[in-house]
T-cell receptor, first 113, second 113 residues
């Protein structure tokens, strides 16, 4: 079983509110990925890090999302101003290297009312 | 761009039936291929992976063989159990400097006792 920890498991926000979720990667894994899984089970890559450095991110993440992976603290993903379309399961995954297998946490389910 | 196609959206079987879920991919070179399983309320869990042509991955009675000729990685299990009911995802990692996963649409398997 994966040892990636995500908190909170559920998050309910109103439109325009900030929504912040956290991820503790598996011990020794320097690479972290964030994906959004919508109600149709489609996955969308958001951003990934190696240690504290952003490797890649999509436009949506650049504009309304902020994310970081500080040393000795959980990684975080924050939506600055939530929209109804942001309601989804947010999955964090970690790996030993960029090419290695990604191990997923249980996800944070966000509902934007 | 890279893509993964799962032709079955839903599969319903009885216990001890044979399972096949088809997965075809489109990517340059030799991507790494994965099968993940997702149970309700959880993140995707790795079943197994394969990185080379003709390599066979297997776990928990499930298996798939990497076939570069037909660009396929079909999932099979000889005798399914009710506990196998879940959503199964085929995914690829391009291994070309862009390491985010590309997921298939998922196949919902329901096994009736």
């Amino acid at each position: 079983n994966s040892k990636v920890i995500q908190t909170p498991r559920y998050l309910v926000k109103g439109q325009g509110q900030k929504a912040k979720m956290r991820c503790i990667p598996e011990k020794g894994h320097p690479v972290v990925f964030w994906y959004q899984q919508n109600k149709n089970n489609e996955f969308k890559f958001l951003i990934n890090f190696q240690n504290q450095e952003v490797l890649q991110q999509i436009d949506m993440t650049e504009k309304r999302f902020s994310a970081e992976c500080p040393s000795n603290s959980p990684c975080s993903l924050e939506i600055q101003s939530s929209e109804a379309g942001d309601s989804a399961l947010y999955l964090c995954a970690s790996s030993l290297g960029q090419q290695d297998t990604q191990y997923f946490g249980p996800g944070t389910r966000l509902l934007v009312l | 761009g890279d893509s993964v196609t799962q032709t079955e959206g839903q599969v319903a079987l009885s216990e001890e039936d044979f399972l096949t879920i088809h997965c075809n991919y489109s990517a340059s070179g030799y991507p790494t291929l994965f099968w993940y399983v997702q149970y309700p309320g959880e993140g995707p869990q790795l079943l197994f992976r394969a990185s080379r042509d003709k390599e066979k991955g297997s776990s928990r009675g499930f298996e798939a063989t990497y076939d570069k000729g037909t660009t396929s990685f079909h999932l099979r299990k000889a005798s399914v159990q009710e506990s196998d009911s879940a959503v199964y995802y085929c995914a690829l990692s391009p291994n070309t400097g862009n390491y985010k996963y590309v997921f298939g649409a998922g196949t919902r398997l329901k096994v009736i006792a």
